[in-house]
Protein backbone atom coordinates (compact mmCIF):
# COMPACT_ATOMS: atom_id res chain seq x y z
CA UNK A 1 0.00 0.00 0.00
CA UNK A 2 1.10 3.38 -0.61
CA UNK A 3 -0.11 6.58 1.75
CA UNK A 4 0.44 8.87 -0.73
CA UNK A 5 -1.48 7.23 -3.73
CA UNK A 6 -4.18 7.00 -1.26
CA UNK A 7 -4.04 10.20 -0.33
CA UNK A 8 -4.20 11.53 -4.34
CA UNK A 9 -7.12 9.09 -4.29
CA UNK A 10 -8.98 11.07 -1.52
CA UNK A 11 -8.21 14.61 -3.01
CA UNK A 12 -9.69 13.61 -5.98
CA UNK A 13 -12.57 11.70 -4.85
CA UNK A 14 -13.55 14.00 -1.94
CA UNK A 15 -16.97 12.88 -0.93
CA UNK A 16 -17.32 10.45 -3.06
CA UNK A 17 -13.67 8.69 -2.14
CA UNK A 18 -14.03 4.76 -1.38
CA UNK A 19 -11.56 3.57 1.07
CA UNK A 20 -9.49 0.54 0.42
CA UNK A 21 -10.19 -1.82 3.14
CA UNK A 22 -7.58 -4.34 4.86
CA UNK A 23 -5.13 -6.55 2.92
CA UNK A 24 -7.28 -9.51 4.17
CA UNK A 25 -10.63 -8.62 3.26
CA UNK A 26 -9.28 -7.23 -0.59
CA UNK A 27 -7.83 -10.65 -0.79
CA UNK A 28 -10.64 -12.64 0.03
CA UNK A 29 -13.28 -10.11 -2.33
CA UNK A 30 -10.54 -10.76 -5.44
CA UNK A 31 -10.29 -14.44 -4.28
CA UNK A 32 -14.19 -14.27 -4.69
CA UNK A 33 -14.10 -12.67 -8.12
CA UNK A 34 -12.27 -14.81 -9.53
CA UNK A 35 -14.15 -17.78 -8.60
CA UNK A 36 -11.45 -19.24 -6.51
CA UNK A 37 -13.15 -19.00 -2.47
CA UNK A 38 -16.00 -20.68 -1.51
CA UNK A 39 -15.62 -23.86 -3.17
CA UNK A 40 -19.62 -25.08 -1.55
CA UNK A 41 -21.02 -21.86 -3.35
CA UNK A 42 -21.08 -22.68 -7.02
CA UNK A 43 -23.16 -19.60 -7.55
CA UNK A 44 -22.32 -16.10 -6.31
CA UNK A 45 -25.07 -13.54 -7.10
CA UNK A 46 -22.30 -10.41 -7.24
CA UNK A 47 -20.33 -12.49 -9.42
CA UNK A 48 -22.17 -14.36 -11.22
CA UNK A 49 -25.36 -12.73 -12.14
CA UNK A 50 -26.28 -12.40 -16.06
CA UNK A 51 -26.62 -8.51 -15.12
CA UNK A 52 -22.86 -8.58 -14.09
CA UNK A 53 -20.40 -8.16 -16.82
CA UNK A 54 -16.65 -8.70 -15.60
CA UNK A 55 -13.73 -7.48 -18.38
CA UNK A 56 -11.00 -8.42 -17.72
CA UNK A 57 -8.30 -8.13 -16.33
CA UNK A 58 -10.06 -4.75 -14.91
CA UNK A 59 -12.03 -6.27 -12.44
CA UNK A 60 -14.60 -5.00 -10.13
CA UNK A 61 -14.93 -5.62 -6.26
CA UNK A 62 -17.81 -4.54 -4.39
CA UNK A 63 -16.85 -3.04 -0.48
CA UNK A 64 -19.36 -4.28 2.13
CA UNK A 65 -19.62 -2.65 5.73
CA UNK A 66 -19.58 1.43 6.74
CA UNK A 67 -17.48 3.03 3.27
CA UNK A 68 -19.22 0.42 0.81
CA UNK A 69 -18.69 0.98 -2.96
CA UNK A 70 -16.44 -0.54 -5.80
CA UNK A 71 -13.15 -0.68 -6.44
CA UNK A 72 -12.53 -0.39 -9.39
CA UNK A 73 -10.55 -0.69 -11.77
CA UNK A 74 -8.40 -3.69 -9.86
CA UNK A 75 -6.36 -5.61 -12.21
CA UNK A 76 -5.26 -8.90 -12.03
CA UNK A 77 -3.02 -11.41 -13.72
CA UNK A 78 -2.14 -15.22 -12.96
CA UNK A 79 -0.09 -17.83 -13.87
CA UNK A 80 0.51 -21.46 -12.03
CA UNK A 81 0.06 -20.80 -8.10
CA UNK A 82 0.63 -16.96 -8.61
CA UNK A 83 -1.70 -14.35 -8.45
CA UNK A 84 -0.95 -10.38 -8.88
CA UNK A 85 -3.03 -7.48 -8.46
CA UNK A 86 -2.93 -3.92 -7.99
CA UNK A 87 -5.24 -0.76 -7.99
CA UNK A 88 -4.13 1.71 -9.88
CA UNK A 89 -5.20 5.17 -9.40
CA UNK A 90 -7.93 6.81 -11.68
CA UNK A 91 -7.14 10.06 -12.59
CA UNK A 92 -11.04 10.79 -14.02
CA UNK A 93 -14.08 11.57 -12.96
CA UNK A 94 -15.87 8.39 -11.37
CA UNK A 95 -18.81 8.61 -14.06
CA UNK A 96 -19.16 8.05 -16.54
CA UNK A 97 -16.45 5.35 -16.14
CA UNK A 98 -13.45 6.25 -18.85
CA UNK A 99 -12.26 3.94 -21.76
CA UNK A 100 -9.92 1.44 -20.09
CA UNK A 101 -7.40 2.26 -23.55
CA UNK A 102 -7.49 5.80 -22.85
CA UNK A 103 -5.89 5.34 -18.56
CA UNK A 104 -2.44 5.62 -18.83
CA UNK A 105 -2.48 4.29 -14.96
CA UNK A 106 -3.95 0.77 -16.48
CA UNK A 107 -1.77 0.64 -18.85
CA UNK A 108 1.31 0.57 -16.32
CA UNK A 109 -0.12 -0.93 -13.66
CA UNK A 110 -0.28 -3.79 -16.29
CA UNK A 111 3.18 -3.41 -17.41
CA UNK A 112 4.20 -3.08 -13.79
CA UNK A 113 2.35 -6.63 -13.19
CA UNK A 114 3.52 -8.28 -16.02
CA UNK A 115 7.05 -7.66 -14.92
CA UNK A 116 6.77 -8.75 -11.96
CA UNK A 117 5.25 -11.61 -12.57
CA UNK A 118 8.24 -12.31 -14.88
CA UNK A 119 10.64 -11.48 -11.99
CA UNK A 120 9.02 -14.32 -9.85
CA UNK A 121 8.21 -16.98 -12.06
CA UNK A 122 10.87 -16.41 -14.42
CA UNK A 123 10.59 -16.37 -18.35
CA UNK A 124 7.63 -19.23 -18.72
CA UNK A 125 9.74 -21.44 -16.39
CA UNK A 126 8.03 -22.52 -13.15
CA UNK A 127 11.01 -21.93 -10.24
CA UNK A 128 11.39 -24.75 -7.24
CA UNK A 129 9.36 -23.47 -4.29
CA UNK A 130 12.72 -21.69 -2.87
CA UNK A 131 13.90 -19.46 -5.60
CA UNK A 132 9.99 -18.61 -5.70
CA UNK A 133 10.38 -18.24 -1.77
CA UNK A 134 12.94 -16.13 -2.40
CA UNK A 135 11.91 -13.75 -5.07
CA UNK A 136 8.74 -12.83 -3.05
CA UNK A 137 11.03 -11.81 -0.43
CA UNK A 138 12.75 -9.92 -2.44
CA UNK A 139 9.33 -8.29 -3.71
CA UNK A 140 9.66 -5.22 -0.96
CA UNK A 141 12.74 -3.94 -2.23
CA UNK A 142 11.77 -4.60 -5.79
CA UNK A 143 9.01 -2.38 -5.56
CA UNK A 144 10.68 0.54 -3.82
CA UNK A 145 12.91 0.58 -6.97
CA UNK A 146 10.97 0.40 -9.42
CA UNK A 147 7.76 1.84 -8.04
CA UNK A 148 8.46 4.73 -5.41
CA UNK A 149 5.89 6.24 -3.69
CA UNK A 150 3.07 4.58 -5.61
CA UNK A 151 4.57 5.62 -9.20
CA UNK A 152 5.51 2.82 -11.73
CA UNK A 153 9.22 3.74 -13.17
CA UNK A 154 9.84 0.83 -15.20
CA UNK A 155 8.99 -2.95 -14.69
CA UNK A 156 12.03 -5.03 -13.41
CA UNK A 157 14.30 -7.34 -15.32
CA UNK A 158 15.29 -10.93 -14.36
CA UNK A 159 18.54 -11.11 -12.95
CA UNK A 160 19.08 -7.16 -13.73
CA UNK A 161 18.37 -3.61 -12.12
CA UNK A 162 15.75 -1.78 -14.04
CA UNK A 163 16.50 1.53 -15.35
CA UNK A 164 15.15 4.69 -13.87
CA UNK A 165 12.33 6.28 -16.21
CA UNK A 166 10.73 9.19 -16.37
CA UNK A 167 6.77 8.91 -16.46
CA UNK A 168 6.29 12.91 -17.45
CA UNK A 169 5.92 13.72 -21.05
CA UNK A 170 8.23 16.46 -22.65
CA UNK A 171 8.28 18.84 -25.29
CA UNK A 172 5.06 19.07 -27.48
CA UNK A 173 4.15 15.18 -28.27
CA UNK A 174 1.64 13.40 -26.24
CA UNK A 175 2.13 10.50 -24.54
CA UNK A 176 -0.02 7.46 -25.69
CA UNK A 177 -1.46 5.39 -23.25
CA UNK A 178 0.74 2.48 -23.92
CA UNK A 179 3.43 4.02 -22.95
CA UNK A 180 4.26 3.57 -19.87
CA UNK A 181 6.93 5.55 -18.52
CA UNK A 182 10.26 7.74 -20.72
CA UNK A 183 13.41 6.80 -20.65
CA UNK A 184 16.29 8.98 -18.95
CA UNK A 185 19.72 8.42 -20.15
CA UNK A 186 21.87 6.65 -22.31
CA UNK A 187 20.12 5.08 -25.21
CA UNK A 188 20.43 1.15 -25.06
CA UNK A 189 18.74 -1.10 -27.79
CA UNK A 190 18.62 -4.91 -27.47
CA UNK A 191 17.67 -6.80 -30.59
CA UNK A 192 17.51 -11.02 -30.27
CA UNK A 193 16.43 -13.02 -33.10
CA UNK A 194 15.41 -16.64 -32.27
CA UNK A 195 14.43 -19.44 -34.41
CA UNK A 196 12.62 -22.82 -33.34
CA UNK A 197 12.71 -26.18 -35.15
CA UNK A 198 9.37 -28.33 -35.23
CA UNK A 199 10.12 -31.72 -37.25
CA UNK A 200 8.53 -34.81 -37.74
CA UNK A 201 10.45 -37.33 -39.23
CA UNK A 202 8.56 -41.37 -39.61
CA UNK A 203 11.38 -43.15 -41.37
CA UNK A 204 8.66 -44.26 -44.01
CA UNK A 205 8.21 -43.70 -47.59
CA UNK A 206 4.56 -43.97 -47.35
CA UNK A 207 4.67 -40.50 -44.74
CA UNK A 208 6.31 -37.84 -45.88
CA UNK A 209 8.35 -36.07 -43.61
CA UNK A 210 7.18 -32.62 -42.38
CA UNK A 211 9.63 -29.74 -40.57
CA UNK A 212 9.16 -25.96 -40.60
CA UNK A 213 10.83 -22.91 -38.85
CA UNK A 214 9.30 -20.39 -36.75
CA UNK A 215 11.62 -16.76 -36.01
CA UNK A 216 10.79 -14.46 -33.52
CA UNK A 217 12.84 -10.69 -33.13
CA UNK A 218 12.00 -9.48 -30.02
CA UNK A 219 13.49 -6.09 -28.51
CA UNK A 220 13.69 -4.29 -25.54
CA UNK A 221 14.64 -0.36 -26.33
CA UNK A 222 15.82 2.01 -23.72
CA UNK A 223 15.61 5.53 -26.08
CA UNK A 224 14.64 9.30 -24.78
CA UNK A 225 12.20 10.86 -26.06
CA UNK A 226 7.78 10.65 -25.78
CA UNK A 227 8.20 8.84 -29.33
CA UNK A 228 11.59 8.06 -30.50
CA UNK A 229 12.29 6.40 -34.10
CA UNK A 230 14.21 3.34 -34.37
CA UNK A 231 14.52 0.74 -37.28
CA UNK A 232 16.11 -2.78 -37.17
CA UNK A 233 16.93 -4.78 -40.47
CA UNK A 234 17.15 -8.17 -41.13
CA UNK A 235 19.27 -9.51 -43.75
CA UNK A 236 18.98 -12.96 -45.72
CA UNK A 237 21.98 -14.47 -47.16
CA UNK A 238 22.74 -14.61 -50.95
CA UNK A 239 20.49 -18.05 -51.57
CA UNK A 240 18.65 -17.62 -48.42
CA UNK A 241 14.47 -18.79 -48.66
CA UNK A 242 12.47 -15.13 -48.43
CA UNK A 243 10.48 -15.05 -44.83
CA UNK A 244 6.95 -15.78 -44.97
CA UNK A 245 3.70 -15.37 -42.71
CA UNK A 246 5.56 -11.77 -41.15
CA UNK A 247 3.56 -10.80 -38.27
CA UNK A 248 4.34 -7.08 -36.93
CA UNK A 249 4.15 -5.23 -33.64
CA UNK A 250 1.69 -2.16 -33.64
CA UNK A 251 4.43 0.12 -32.81
CA UNK A 252 5.77 -0.46 -36.26
CA UNK A 253 5.06 3.10 -37.96
CA UNK A 254 5.63 1.94 -41.93
CA UNK A 255 6.26 -1.28 -43.92
CA UNK A 256 6.37 -2.19 -47.49
CA UNK A 257 3.20 -4.25 -48.18
CA UNK A 258 5.43 -6.74 -50.53
CA UNK A 259 6.63 -8.06 -47.22
CA UNK A 260 3.25 -9.03 -45.89
CA UNK A 261 2.18 -10.96 -49.00
CA UNK A 262 4.73 -14.11 -48.86
CA UNK A 263 2.38 -16.77 -47.27
CA UNK A 264 3.62 -20.33 -46.86
CA UNK A 265 0.00 -21.40 -48.22
CA UNK A 266 1.15 -20.49 -51.43
CA UNK A 267 3.06 -22.13 -53.79
CA UNK A 268 6.28 -20.37 -53.86
CA UNK A 269 7.18 -19.17 -57.47
CA UNK A 270 10.57 -17.05 -56.65
CA UNK A 271 9.27 -13.72 -57.35
CA UNK A 272 8.65 -12.91 -53.56
CA UNK A 273 10.18 -10.26 -51.62
CA UNK A 274 13.75 -11.46 -50.32
CA UNK A 275 15.34 -8.79 -48.28
CA UNK A 276 16.24 -6.69 -46.86
CA UNK A 277 13.37 -6.10 -44.23
CA UNK A 278 13.48 -2.84 -42.56
CA UNK A 279 11.01 -2.27 -39.75
CA UNK A 280 10.78 1.39 -38.57
CA UNK A 281 9.03 1.42 -34.96
CA UNK A 282 8.23 3.92 -32.04
CA UNK A 283 8.97 0.94 -29.52
CA UNK A 284 7.41 0.60 -25.28
CA UNK A 285 9.65 0.63 -22.70
CA UNK A 286 9.32 -2.86 -22.03
CA UNK A 287 10.61 -5.85 -23.98
CA UNK A 288 7.84 -7.01 -26.96
CA UNK A 289 8.05 -8.49 -29.67
CA UNK A 290 8.92 -6.57 -32.84
CA UNK A 291 7.83 -9.53 -35.85
CA UNK A 292 7.50 -13.08 -36.40
CA UNK A 293 8.03 -14.52 -39.51
CA UNK A 294 7.99 -18.93 -40.79
CA UNK A 295 10.78 -19.51 -43.49
CA UNK A 296 11.01 -23.23 -45.84
CA UNK A 297 14.37 -24.86 -45.19
CA UNK A 298 15.53 -27.67 -47.55
CA UNK A 299 16.45 -30.08 -44.86
CA UNK A 300 16.16 -30.42 -40.55
CA UNK A 301 19.05 -29.96 -38.84
CA UNK A 302 19.41 -33.21 -37.41
CA UNK A 303 18.23 -36.39 -39.16
CA UNK A 304 17.16 -39.70 -36.95
CA UNK A 305 16.47 -43.51 -37.45
CA UNK A 306 14.95 -45.06 -34.84
CA UNK A 307 13.86 -49.06 -34.57
CA UNK A 308 12.49 -51.06 -32.11
CA UNK A 309 12.71 -54.71 -32.17
CA UNK A 310 10.87 -57.09 -29.86
CA UNK A 311 12.51 -60.06 -28.34
CA UNK A 312 11.03 -62.14 -25.31
CA UNK A 313 9.48 -59.00 -22.83
CA UNK A 314 12.76 -57.23 -24.02
CA UNK A 315 13.26 -54.48 -26.64
CA UNK A 316 15.85 -54.01 -28.99
CA UNK A 317 16.75 -50.06 -29.23
CA UNK A 318 19.24 -48.97 -32.39
CA UNK A 319 19.30 -45.32 -32.77
CA UNK A 320 21.14 -43.18 -35.39
CA UNK A 321 21.41 -39.11 -35.34
CA UNK A 322 23.16 -37.32 -37.47
CA UNK A 323 24.01 -33.37 -37.73
CA UNK A 324 23.29 -31.74 -41.22
CA UNK A 325 26.81 -30.21 -42.13
CA UNK A 326 25.05 -27.17 -43.01
CA UNK A 327 24.17 -26.59 -39.04
CA UNK A 328 27.22 -25.23 -36.77
CA UNK A 329 28.01 -27.84 -34.31
CA UNK A 330 28.20 -26.30 -31.14
CA UNK A 331 25.71 -26.82 -29.24
CA UNK A 332 24.56 -24.88 -25.61
CA UNK A 333 22.11 -28.43 -24.69
CA UNK A 334 21.09 -30.83 -26.99
CA UNK A 335 19.51 -34.44 -25.84
CA UNK A 336 16.96 -37.26 -27.51
CA UNK A 337 14.08 -38.54 -24.71
CA UNK A 338 13.24 -41.98 -25.54
CA UNK A 339 9.60 -42.39 -23.63
CA UNK A 340 8.32 -46.24 -23.67
CA UNK A 341 4.51 -46.46 -22.72
CA UNK A 342 1.90 -49.16 -21.90
CA UNK A 343 3.92 -51.56 -20.44
CA UNK A 344 5.31 -52.90 -17.18
CA UNK A 345 8.12 -50.62 -15.39
CA UNK A 346 11.11 -50.44 -17.20
CA UNK A 347 13.86 -53.40 -15.86
CA UNK A 348 16.97 -53.51 -16.98
CA UNK A 349 18.09 -50.78 -19.52
CA UNK A 350 21.39 -52.16 -21.38
CA UNK A 351 22.61 -49.61 -24.02
CA UNK A 352 25.56 -48.30 -25.43
CA UNK A 353 26.16 -45.14 -26.84
CA UNK A 354 29.10 -44.26 -29.47
CA UNK A 355 28.85 -40.02 -27.76
CA UNK A 356 27.11 -39.16 -24.71
CA UNK A 357 25.85 -40.06 -21.59
CA UNK A 358 22.13 -41.71 -20.92
CA UNK A 359 20.49 -41.65 -17.48
CA UNK A 360 18.05 -44.19 -17.01
CA UNK A 361 14.14 -43.05 -15.30
CA UNK A 362 12.70 -46.61 -14.52
CA UNK A 363 9.63 -44.94 -12.86
CA UNK A 364 8.58 -42.88 -16.17
CA UNK A 365 10.24 -45.55 -18.34
CA UNK A 366 12.00 -42.77 -19.70
CA UNK A 367 15.80 -43.25 -21.60
CA UNK A 368 17.38 -39.42 -21.66
CA UNK A 369 20.46 -39.27 -24.29
CA UNK A 370 22.84 -36.43 -23.11
CA UNK A 371 24.59 -35.57 -26.25
CA UNK A 372 26.48 -32.69 -24.42
CA UNK A 373 27.73 -29.12 -26.53
CA UNK A 374 29.31 -30.94 -29.62
CA UNK A 375 28.84 -34.23 -31.84
CA UNK A 376 31.75 -35.97 -32.96
CA UNK A 377 33.69 -35.32 -36.32
CA UNK A 378 31.65 -37.59 -38.06
CA UNK A 379 28.30 -35.13 -37.25
CA UNK A 380 26.80 -39.15 -36.14
CA UNK A 381 26.09 -40.59 -32.84
CA UNK A 382 24.55 -43.84 -32.41
CA UNK A 383 22.91 -46.05 -29.87
CA UNK A 384 22.11 -49.63 -29.35
CA UNK A 385 21.33 -51.67 -26.79
CA UNK A 386 17.96 -54.07 -24.77
CA UNK A 387 15.87 -52.80 -22.32
CA UNK A 388 13.45 -55.47 -20.08
CA UNK A 389 10.18 -54.24 -18.84
CA UNK A 390 10.19 -56.97 -15.69
CA UNK A 391 9.02 -54.72 -12.90
CA UNK A 392 5.17 -55.76 -11.55
CA UNK A 393 4.19 -52.12 -11.61
CA UNK A 394 2.32 -50.56 -14.83
CA UNK A 395 4.28 -47.78 -16.16
CA UNK A 396 2.84 -44.38 -18.50
CA UNK A 397 -0.04 -45.10 -20.52
CA UNK A 398 -0.69 -43.35 -23.79
CA UNK A 399 -3.32 -43.82 -26.36
CA UNK A 400 -1.27 -43.85 -29.55
CA UNK A 401 2.43 -45.41 -28.69
CA UNK A 402 0.58 -49.36 -28.80
CA UNK A 403 3.42 -52.30 -29.29
CA UNK A 404 6.24 -51.17 -31.04
CA UNK A 405 4.94 -47.65 -32.31
CA UNK A 406 7.09 -45.48 -30.26
CA UNK A 407 9.15 -41.97 -30.80
CA UNK A 408 12.39 -40.01 -29.99
CA UNK A 409 12.18 -36.50 -28.89
CA UNK A 410 15.17 -34.00 -29.33
CA UNK A 411 15.65 -30.64 -27.62
CA UNK A 412 18.53 -28.67 -28.41
CA UNK A 413 19.86 -25.07 -28.62
CA UNK A 414 22.66 -23.97 -31.04
CA UNK A 415 23.45 -19.78 -30.25
CA UNK A 416 24.58 -17.62 -32.65
CA UNK A 417 22.80 -19.53 -35.46
CA UNK A 418 19.47 -19.15 -37.30
CA UNK A 419 19.16 -22.32 -39.97
CA UNK A 420 17.14 -19.83 -42.46
CA UNK A 421 20.23 -17.71 -42.70
CA UNK A 422 18.12 -14.37 -41.21
CA UNK A 423 20.36 -12.37 -39.18
CA UNK A 424 20.64 -8.98 -37.53
CA UNK A 425 23.29 -6.74 -38.27
CA UNK A 426 24.19 -4.47 -35.57
CA UNK A 427 25.26 -2.11 -37.92
CA UNK A 428 21.83 -1.94 -39.55
CA UNK A 429 19.75 -0.51 -36.59
CA UNK A 430 19.41 3.08 -36.92
CA UNK A 431 18.28 4.97 -33.43
CA UNK A 432 17.33 8.79 -34.14
CA UNK A 433 18.17 10.35 -30.65
CA UNK A 434 20.42 12.83 -29.44
CA UNK A 435 22.73 10.25 -27.42
CA UNK A 436 25.12 8.03 -29.43
CA UNK A 437 22.97 3.99 -28.53
CA UNK A 438 25.10 1.18 -27.36
CA UNK A 439 23.50 -1.44 -29.62
CA UNK A 440 23.31 -5.74 -28.21
CA UNK A 441 22.40 -7.87 -31.09
CA UNK A 442 21.95 -11.74 -30.06
Known sequence: RFATVEHRAKSLAGSSYIAVPEENTVLQLLLTELGLSDSDKSYVALRDDCLHCQRSPALELRVDGPGKGILWPVLAISQGPLILACLPLVDAPAEPRPPLASLLSVSQGLTLL??????????????????????????PSVLLQVCPLGTPLDVPLLGAPATPSVPTP???QKQPAWKTGLHRGRAVVNVALIETVRSMQYGNRSRQDLWDVFGTVTCKCEVEGVLPNVTVTLTLPPNGSPLQDILVHPCVTSLDSSILTASSVDNYDGSAFSGPYKFPFSP???????????S??????????????????QLRVSVTLKLHESVKNSFEYCEAHLPFFNRNQMGVADVKVSSGQ?????EK??????LGQKFP??????????????????????????????YIKLYFKVPDMTLSGCCVDQHSVQVYSSAKPRIVTC
Open 114 to 139: AGLQTFVLGSGVKPDSEGLASRLAML
Open 170 to 172: AGN
Open 284 to 294: PLEPFRLCSYT
Open 296 to 313: QVPVPPILGSYQLKEEEN
Open 358 to 362: VDVSK
Open 365 to 370: NLLVWG
Open 377 to 406: KSREVTMEGKISFSEPTPGPTDPLCTELTA
